[in-house]
């Protein structure tokens, strides 16, 4: 489907498993360590994605590693099990603070930062890792990682020329998917958005192969191939100056993608909510993240920092969410 196969699958998808493979209590609390709970949202919702999870705490990985220094998989080895053998404590996830910089270099111990930059990176960072000693890998073997396999899918481009009606098709692998509610009120309309045309003219006219001249197209962006794990960030800065959009944007606890996907027949392709992260403040520039997860016991908490309390559905629908996390 003009997509190249890969030549080396680095983790075969079968050897990834979605369920819980050991079910408990939630694990620790995370201690603020300055400025950040940008940080420990995220560390918590990748700690609660159960395939993730299970390969971690399976150590599959640091028994094979022979990275010098930093590995990002080895921390998140180290930190996984840590949070969740200690129910009920506290932690403090200096390792993570500590190498901050390998992560992404626009972070500082003790200045505040985003929450999806952050995740970005960390992800990002751990993919880096898994192809350490990989160099000469394929593009198409990259998505073959435990990290692609489980956050990974592809979308496609199809751009159509409005003279001649030639279309071309591109496709672009993704870890996660920003999605503009400006207009939106709810998830789905974000997403039905995501995936209506857009008309492409004046400066923004693209050369037609066909034409040999630049012309008025339309380009249209669907799901071409699903992830495990589907990872979406509202987009709540207004524009550049940090503004805020504030609105509730209502989110389902269980989500359908095949109204999104470039072939839209077929079977329902349904996820369920299992992480949340919502942010706190009049502006994203200042506030507070904190997080909701579903623990391996199928129960939801609020992770708050140091504090994991109990709570209900009802309440992890009602937030003013910044991240969802929807697993397969």
Known sequence: EGMALPRRILLPPE?????????????????????TCYINVILQCLTYTPPLANYLLSRDHSQLCHRQGF???????????????????????RAVIRDLKFIGKEFEPDTAGDAYEFLHCALEAMQRACLSGNSD??????????????????????VTCLRCQAVSDSYKAFLHVL????????????????????KLDGKYCLKCNKCEKKVTASKRITVHRVPKVFTVCLERAADHTGKKISKIVEYPEYLDLRPYMSDTA???LLYSLYALVVHSGDTCLDGHFFCYTK??????????????????????????AYLLFYAR
């Open 15 to 35: 050897e990834i498993c979605m369920d819980w493979q050991q079910r408990q209590r939630p694990g620790a609390g995370l201690r603020n360590l300055g400025s």
């Open 71 to 93: 590995c990002m998989m080895c921390i998140m080895e180290a930190h996984v099990r840590k949070v969740l053998r200690s129910s009920g404590s506290v932690i403090w996830p």
């Open 137 to 158: 890998v394929d593009i198409s073997s990259q998505t073959t990682t435990i990290i692609h396999q489980i956050f990974g899918g592809f979308l496609k481009s199809r």
């Open 179 to 198: 999605l503009d509610i400006k207009a939106p009120s709810s998830l789905t309309t974000a997403l039905e958005d995501f995936v209506t045309s857009k």
């Open 266 to 268: 077929g079977e329902p």
């Open 295 to 320: 623990a391996s016991n199928g129960l939801w908490y609020k992770m708050d920092d140091e504090s994991v309390d109990n709570c209900g559905i009802h309440t992890v629908l009602r937030q003013q």
